[in-house]
């Protein structure tokens, strides 16, 4: 079935760092993808999205873009604040049109002042 | 501006017990779903609800029943509570099922002893 994989582990940065969240994923047809993120005690929120092949999705200095090439929506930020910690999800939704998100497993970002 | 709101926060039970977490949504959407979020597990659906008086399984729905009882309103019920549902549960909507933006409530972390 549909899958969406994360880099492991939590990621820890000095604000003004560069931000890399990489995520692959393996699906039937062509998805919409997605980020996520959760801030402390929180739900999820959209932080962005793309539908189609090379679409690039971006908001609050986030980017992602949809490579179909390599099946990768991996997660950039040039220059980290404090206020980004949080958790990060990677998304999909199948491309039948039903919203059945699959979600890889986050990751925890920690900015360091 | 209250968007997916879910009731209880917190609730600890013991095994064995039942209850109803309750979630209502005031942004007329179609379609409501219940995730549950473990540690290093992201987050997986448990049961969907495409349109008022339809439900669905998804990935995990042993242990629970839901019930959309109007548009707003969606719960999941634990007949008779495990330790294995432990975690967090959040509820979201989105405006139907082939829309691909979903809205998350703030949770609600059920431990059981």
């Known amino acids: 079935g549909d899958s969406v994989t994360q880099m492991e582990g939590p990621v820890t940065l000095s604000e003004e760092a560069f931000l890399t969240i990489n995520c692959t994923y393996t699906?039937?047809?062509?998805?919409?993808l997605f980020w996520y993120v959760q801030y402390p005690g929180e739900g999820l929120q959209l932080l962005l999205k793309?539908?189609?092949?090379?679409d690039k999705g971006s908001n609050k200095g986030f980017e992602a873009t949809y490579r179909k090439e390599t099946t990768s929506f991996h997660l950039e930020k040039g220059s980290v604040q404090v206020s980004d910690s949080a958790v990060y999800f990677c998304?999909?939704?199948?491309?039948?049109?039903?919203?059945?998100?699959?979600f890889g497993k986050g990751n925890q970002v920690v900015v360091i002042p | 501006n209250a968007g997916v709101t879910q009731t209880p926060k917190f609730q600890v039970l013991k095994t064995g017990q039942s209850m109803t977490l309750q979630c209502a949504q005031d942004?007329?959407?179609?379609?409501m779903y219940w995730y549950r979020q473990d540690p290093g597990m992201g987050l997986r659906l448990i049961y969907y609800?495409?349109?008022?008086?339809?439900?669905d399984k998804g990935e995990v729905p042993n242990g629970y029943n839901v019930s959309r009882l109007n548009k707003r309103e969606f719960s999941l019920r634990l007949e008779s509570a495990a330790p294995s549902q432990t975690s967090v549960y959040f509820c979201?909507?989105?405006?139907?099922?082939?829309?691909?933006?979903?809205?998350f409530g703030q949770g609600t972390r059920l431990t059981v002893v």
């Open positions: 979201a909507s989105s405006v139907d099922y082939t829309n691909t933006e979903a809205f």
């Open positions: 699906a039937t047809g062509y998805p919409s």
């Open positions: 793309a539908t189609k092949a090379d």
């Open positions: 998304a999909l939704s199948g491309p039948g049109g039903n919203n059945r998100l699959a």
């Open positions: 942004m007329n959407h179609n379609s």
């Open positions: 609800s495409a349109s008022e008086g339809t439900t």
